[in-house]
């Protein structure tokens, strides 16, 4: 028996179903993007539905080349289904503020920023700044406009305290829950003290960053009490006032925190904490806890105060530009111009909501989408800004049929069915499944007498 998995023997109930679900091959699942229903729509692949959480599937056989392509224009998403409780466990609403503390992949960004709108915002943190491009390829595919970047030590995250409605902490772990899909951490020695250590210190700034009255979800992947209910354990202590709120799932089989590992007794509001158990739901291993900051606040160390100045405040918003190839073409209403625009006069030019709120005292990474794609002297739109506005186009877009949609991924010319008047520069690309991306619409007669246009799929989402 592996010596990791042997170590719960007694914490779990039936340990010989436990070791042998965290033996077996993790089922694929996926969420469809709530706003791209016609872009999913183009998959027929057989799945079934994730009964807790709206709009989840689980997949029954394998990827092919229709579920791809519905990947690809940002209709689905891949996440393990026990990570969804994370989100699901915050319960984000239209119009909040929250921080996503240790963001990377994106995969948790991407639902918060869906739960909270237009009118609210995510801020996406993470230390690395190589992870942090992953979490912007994640925005850019599924077209989240109201996402902040930062990347700062989440430990130490330079902002004014009491700021956000509501806090994510998916915390490094040593990952034991994931050992369906990466067997090797059962086989890698673990340093559990240091990872203690560090989400402790995770933990307690998300307390000092949450407003009074606000949440925060601690999360790990591991079976760990010690990255867990141990942790839970010395926050709480820390921070009096601070609670772990009783929650549960509809729908999915889990079970409390424990109180008590090794001699160690922990606090006993860590037994509201929910854990996943591999043979439970046929799922990964996962821990997740909602906390409830006192709405008086409680500061049992030197508090960190925002830089002197104005609080809070909108970016700079700019109508997009009225004279200049290729917005004008496009026949944007004004009222989406209003609301809608870009960081003007800069190599960073970004598409983002109106009502997007930056970070006090830090430098942003990135805000919203990217609106431009930068590589061309007629600063065409990206493909991103493309499928985030295409809803909203009047002008500047021409037909494809629904068969030469993959030829669009393949980045080959497409054939035209109906354009509009001004469809004879970069357009917007549409299908009966929606809008799909931009493309040179120089229309041109080839020898079967049709017009076509060069895609403009950019080849690291994958196409060719």
């Given at each position: 028996m592996n010596s990791i998995l042997e170590r719960y023997t007694g914490l779990v109930d039936d340990h010989s179903a436990f070791t042998d679900a965290c033996s077996?091959?993790?089922p694929e699942t996926v969420w469809m993007h709530p706003l791209r229903e016609a872009a999913a729509a183009l998959s027929h692949l057989d799945r079934d539905a994730v009964s807790w959480r709206q709009h989840a599937w689980r997949l029954r056989?394998?990827?092919?080349?229709?579920?791809t392509r519905s990947w690809l224009l940002g209709g689905w998403h891949f996440q393990e289904e026990s990570a969804l409780l994370a989100a699901r466990l915050l319960d984000a609403a239209p119009g909040e503020y929250i921080l996503d503390l240790c963001a990377a992949p994106?995969?948790?960004?991407?639902?918060?920023?869906?739960?909270?709108?237009?009118?609210?915002?995510?801020?996406?943190?993470?230390?690395?700044?190589?992870r942090a491009g992953i979490i912007q390829t994640t925005v850019n595919r599924l077209g989240l406009v109201n996402v902040v970047m930062t990347i700062q030590d989440g430990t130490r995250w330079p902002g004014p305290s009491n700021a956000f409605d509501a806090v994510m902490v998916d915390a490094p772990c040593s990952c034991e829950g994931t050992c369906r899909k990466n067997p090797d951490v059962l086989v890698a020695q673990q340093n559990r003290e240091a990872?203690?250590?560090?989400q402790v210190r995770l933990l307690s700034e998300a307390v000092r960053l949450v407003r009074p009255g606000g949440r925060i979800c601690y999360a790990t992947c591991t079976f760990a009490p010690e990255e867990n209910e141990a942790v839970l354990d010395r926050v709480l202590r820390r921070h009096p006032g601070v609670t772990v709120e009783p929650a549960s799932i509809s729908g999915l089989r889990t079970d409390p925190g424990i109180t008590q590992w090794k001699g160690a007794t922990y606090h006993p509001d860590v037994r509201n904490a929910l854990r996943l158990w591999p043979h439970r739901n046929d799922t990964g291993g996962f821990f997740a806890a909602l906390l409830r900051k006192p709405d008086a606040p409680s500061r049992p160390h030197a508090d960190r105060t925002a830089p002197s100045g104005p609080g809070p405040a909108h970016p700079r918003i700019h109508g997009?530009?009225?004279?200049?190839?290729?917005?004008?073409h496009l026949g944007l209403p004004a009222s989406v111009s209003e609301s809608l625009g870009c960081l003007a006069g800069s190599k960073y030019d970004r598409l983002v909501n109106a009502a997007i709120r930056l970070p006090v005292g830090i430098e942003?990474?990135?805000?919203?989408l990217p609106g431009r794609n930068l590589k061309y002297g007629d600063r065409r739109l990206s493909t991103a800004a493309v499928q985030f506005l295409a809803p909203h186009v009047t002008d500047g877009w021409v037909d494809i049929p629904e068969s030469a949609i993959q030829w669009f991924l393949d980045r080959k010319d497409v054939p035209v069915t109906r354009a509009s008047a001004s469809a004879d520069q970069l357009a917007v690309l549409v299908a009966r499944s929606g809008p799909i991306g931009l493309g040179l619409a120089e229309p041109f007669r080839n020898e079967e007498q049709t017009d076509r246009v060069r895609s403009r799929f950019p080849k690291i989402w994958g196409g060719r």
């Open positions: 077996q091959p993790l056989a394998e990827r092919d080349e229709e579920f994106g995969n948790k960004t991407a639902e918060l920023a869906l739960s909270v709108g237009l009118t609210g915002t995510v801020v996406a943190n993470d230390i690395s700044r190589a990872h203690q250590a560090l997009l530009p009225s004279g200049e190839s290729p917005w004008v942003p990474s990135a805000v919203g």
